[in-house]
């Protein structure tokens, strides 16, 4: 072999060398895009083959595993068509949180509400209950985690004729809170997130009596037919107006209607619908309050210790002032 076959054969090896180093980096390079992707993708709940860690973690949750979550010991506290509730204790954090279960049939696949998910886990307000972590297992159920709040909810608070619910102050505190927390849902967002199903029963009070809204923006979750479930829902218990009952999608209108309700069902301890009336005109507290108003009988309509102690304080107010009042002896 002479010296210019060598010299061919040399570059012939170092071209074949090139081409392998080549091609060996280009499949590196794709296998790390690949798996940078997939990470990425799972990390928002993408893909059929979820792992027991992905869980998408939000302010607040950023300690969680969903390990420590599935493992909690929970009590189921309330259940609907799309989901369960359970009141779940973390024993490494030593703490207790709520747990929203959705049912696989009735939510969107994951990598249709990826944004509403982003969207609803960095919602931060003092009067709504924040979303904590995400997950989403390999059948398509959904977890939500939200902290627990001690005090009940709002209707519990009004049924069980609890002594806090006849003090104006607090009356007063819980009406500002839910709507503050309305309004900033509606106004304060870049893009305004509607409630849909707003009702005392989905107002969690902590043990200070402060306001908390639950489930907006949940019906972002669903599909169209469990949605709709839950809007109909809503108009069935009283908190939708009737001219809008007929309406498939919620709005401000049908949210600032329902907050309404849920002021008279404060002032007058009653349910939104009375169903045990014989009188349509009086189905609707609402529409009670209106023909009360126009029989000049809305005294009786309020909640009668909630007047009495209101009374009975601007009684004492006005004492008060007359004694500051007298000359010193």
């Known amino acids: 072999m002479d010296k210019n076959d060598r010299i061919k054969v040399f570059l012939g090896l170092v071209s074949a060398i090139f081409l392998l180093v080549a091609v060996f980096v280009v499949y590196?390079?794709?296998?790390?895009?690949?798996?940078?992707?997939?990470?990425e993708m799972r990390s928002f709940g993408y893909g059929e083959e979820l792992e027991p860690e992905d869980l998408i973690s939000f302010p607040g949750g950023e300690h969680l595993t969903i390990h420590e979550i599935l493992d909690a010991p929970g009590e189921v506290?309330?259940?609907s068509s799309y989901g369960t509730l359970y009141?779940?204790?973390?024993?490494?954090?030593?703490?207790?949180?709520?747990?929203?279960?959705?049912?696989?049939?009735?939510?969107?696949?994951?990598?249709?509400?990826?944004?509403?998910?982003?969207?609803?886990?960095?919602v931060r307000h003092p009067n709504l209950v924040p979303l904590q972590a995400f997950?989403?297992?390999?059948?398509?159920?959904?977890?939500?985690?939200?902290?627990?709040?001690?005090?009940?909810?709002?209707?519990?608070?009004?049924?069980?004729?609890?002594?806090?619910?006849?003090?104006?102050?607090?009356?007063?505190?819980?009406?500002?809170?839910?709507?503050?927390?309305?309004d900033y849902l509606h106004n304060?967002?870049?893009?305004?997130?509607?409630?849909?199903?707003?009702?005392?029963?989905?107002?969690?009070?902590?043990s200070n009596c402060q306001p908390y809204l639950s489930d907006f923006g949940?019906?972002?979750?669903?599909?169209?037919?469990?949605?709709?479930?839950?809007?109909?829902?809503?108009?069935?218990?009283g908190y939708k107006a009737p001219e809008l009952i007929k309406m498939k999608d919620a709005s401000k209108e049908s949210d600032i209607y329902s907050l309404g309700v849920i002021f008279l069902e404060m002032?007058?301890?009653?349910?939104?619908?009375?169903r045990n009336s014989s009188s349509p005109l009086d189905l609707y507290l609402p529409t009670s309050m209106q023909n009360a108003a126009l029989n000049h009988t809305v005294t009786e309509m309020f909640?009668?210790?909630?007047?009495?102690?209101?009374?009975?304080?601007?009684?004492?107010?006005?004492e008060s002032i007359n004694d500051d009042d007298r000359p010193l002896v």
């Open 28 to 39: 590196c390079c794709r296998r790390r895009s690949s798996k940078a992707e997939d990470l």
């Open 77 to 79: 506290i309330g259940k």
């Open 87 to 122: 009141m779940a204790s973390l024993q490494r954090s030593n703490s207790v949180v709520l747990l929203r279960f959705l049912r696989p049939a009735c939510t969107e696949q994951m990598k249709e509400i990826v944004w509403e998910v982003q969207m609803l886990g960095f």
């Open 135 to 182: 997950y989403s297992g390999t059948r398509g159920e959904k977890l939500l985690v939200h902290p627990f709040f001690f005090g009940g909810t709002l209707s519990q608070l009004l049924r069980d004729k609890s002594d806090e619910s006849h003090r104006w102050p607090i009356v007063y505190k819980i009406s500002l809170g839910i709507a503050e927390g309305l």
């Open 188 to 206: 304060g967002l870049q893009k305004p997130i509607i409630h849909g199903n707003l009702k005392s029963k989905n107002i969690l009070l902590d």
């Open 218 to 237: 949940l019906h972002l979750l669903l599909n169209p037919t469990a949605g709709q479930e839950v809007l109909e829902a809503s108009a069935d218990q």
């Open 267 to 274: 002032l007058t301890r009653k349910e939104p619908i009375n």
């Open 303 to 318: 909640d009668l210790e909630l007047l009495r102690r209101e009374s009975l304080k601007k009684l004492d107010d006005n």
